[in-house]
């Protein structure tokens, strides 16, 4: 609404944050509720290491040690990388192709809630009762028969986020598909919204399978199921299938994205064009298609033959090739550019040798013969760390220090960015270099502890060492964050290298984004702009005229709720297999589930048109954001 | 085009779904989302036929013994009529011609809602035989395959009866043209997955 420029009280404010439909004050959400939980399972690592940092270590109990690994490795891939990805996501895919808001505002917020309100759910477990303790991947044989309700939180909670994270990469592909600026054409679309939309298009396929396994869990666990349990005729395997269809995928959702980050970063301060944009967008949904056709390389020690392992191993070599493709673009459009070695550039550049590293372990690891010798072995751990913090984190820490002028209006300090990039890579490799000879020299991943005598010591105590590290650059990357606030407005194109639309914006931005819909000459629009001399900014494809907005809503807020409520029933079932069923449960379940269905019943049946921004309380908006005569 | 736009007949549009921007993404929003109940529908399946007939030893229940070919038969009849019937309501519906368009969703309720019963009657048939949700991992792959499409019919019914009732009295205009369609296009999603059904469950179990 147009008073959003006026101070408000608290609780306006809080209302306002819980009803928005704005796609950016989303992406803050995002962005702080990934940030909480990113902190979360980093500490969690932090504990596990401390109780590896030597050989027979009684820092930790043995079972809450599992808690933690688990709890590390779901936080982290569900409730950490795709919200903060879904933050840029948020911020910048309507800001790229020039739209005024993603294509369902009301499903955004649906996202969100449903996504932070199953976090939240899967959080409590450590306060009733004990947290997941089967591992992320959760094995069926391992799980089914799991004491306390620890596994019952992971179903119910990764079902409600789940249920958020596919409805979030829905509206992404439909916003994409339908809301492109006039002009913006599909290849000339910046790659990070080519990325948004292959990866929201693997979350529409992996999802699904991932929403059965819960269910199947869901049943068997709370009502009397028996679908993994073999002396009823049940089958764990099937489990494995589901997971990993979905769980292959899901590295693919996550590291998708971090790409397109890095293919903004890498032209903006390389000063080019870049470097086989068309191969680039090819390699993306090449690697988004193939990302489907290796889910057993998961399960090479399975059994499942040597013909299906041979296929599944072809299949993950071949992933290397569109990836390899990727690496030299990047390598090239950096190749006789203007190089701005900025702290964003900084990361671009530790990311290339780290992801590099680790995907060459993982063309180790899928040969097939050797993986019975790497698989659950600290070589793994090794391996998928240097895929995923090497590329997806330092994705994240570049991309903040990158965007956060587009998300607050306001840079980072640039001198702290880069002592927190050192401490921070060289963290990480200390922790994670070394696991590889560790997983070489026998060490299981998932242990509590380990004796001594076996080589393994001095290597743990300097993984110990680097992940302090990390930990210390993460702190310092939070201080340079809050430090921002007191910093003074970036203003537009604050880096002055900026490409694509989203920096072509005035700062702050205002709720309906551009006031006209720009029109999109070329590919990286905004240099175009620049280029010929531009000082408007973009040239407009309409008249300043009535802006349609939508309205703000509670309902996505109350839907998600319910279901929050509904999974206190199913929890304490009284089919379960914890037995502690209440006898509050059913009707726990069916309060909740009415509460949901009755406000999508509202949702459907008030109507909903938005509301028209008129062109003179566009004017007076943007006097009040800019001063008078519109200054940017 | 506005909303609130009073229409004839004439001035309707061919496609009045997609004439409006909201229109459009609905419709293109909705077919993705088909896409992903597809993958939903087929991991059911999968598992379904990983524990086809597997039981606890000695188990009795076998899908030969238990289908019964001419009811699974007149399911399938009352819910392709109903497929049908639906497809008359849109032809209407792009006429103009509103008061046509509620008579064949009235008619394609009641349709769904025999098939509904008949399933709930094949449910409570089995149970009494002693084949439960519990009794073996056939039953709960069975159960939990064609009770998710028993819970999308009933969902699809509660859809209709709101649009309908919600509508009741205002007639057609571009805000809820879209509704209609997005409903009749579930309603075809559903009979689809029920000849696969009929096919993988019902004649495969029977015959193959």
Redesign the interface.
Known sequence: MSSHTQKKSFGASVWDYITTVDHKKLAVMYLLAGTLFFAIAGFEALLMRIQLMKPNNDFISAGFFNELLTMHGTTMLFLAATPLLFAFMNMLVPLQIGARDV??PFLNSLGFWLFFLGAVFLHLSFFMGGAPDAGWTSYASLSLYSPGHGIDFYVLGLQISGFGT?ISG??F??TI???RAPGMTFMRMPLFTWTALVSSALI??A???L???L??ML??RM?????F?H?????TV?WE??FW?FGHPEVYILVLPAFGLFSEIIPTFSRKRLFGYSSMVFATILIGFLGFMVWAHHMFTTGLGPTANAIFAVATMAIAVPTGMKVFNWILTIWGGSIKVTTPMLYALGFIPSFVAGGVTGVMQASAPLDYQLHDSYFIVAHFHYVIVGGIVTALFGSAHFYWPIFFNRMLDEKLGKWTFWVFFIGFHLTFFVQHFLGLMGMPRRVFTYMEGQGWDQFNYISTVGAAMMGVGVVMMVINCLLSIKRPPAGRDPWGDGRTLEWAIPQPIPFYNFRQTPLVRGLDPYWIEKQEGNKEGMIYAEPLGDIHMPNNSALPFVISLGLFIAAFGALYSP?GVAEDSRTWAIPVLIIGLLITFGAM?VR??K?D?GFHLHKEEILEIEEQLYGKGGKK | MDYNTKFTPHTWPDHPEQATMEGKNKVVGFWIFLACEVVLFASLFATYLALKNKGPAGMEFSTQELFELPLAFAMTMLLLTSSLTSVYAIYHMRNFNFKAMQTWLAITLLLGLGFLCLEIYEFYHYVHLGFTFSQSAFSTAFYTLVGTHGAHVTLGLIWFTTLMIRNAKRGLNLYNAPKFFVAALYWHFIDVVWVFIFTVVYLMGVIG
């Open positions: 294509a369902f596919l829905l509206n592909i439909v598909i339908t809301m529409l396929f999802f699904p399978p929403t059965v396994g269910v199947l049943f068997d009502f009397g199921g028996n679908f349990d002396t009823m005729g049940g089958n099937i299938h589901l269809i089919l019943i459907s049946v109507d048109h």
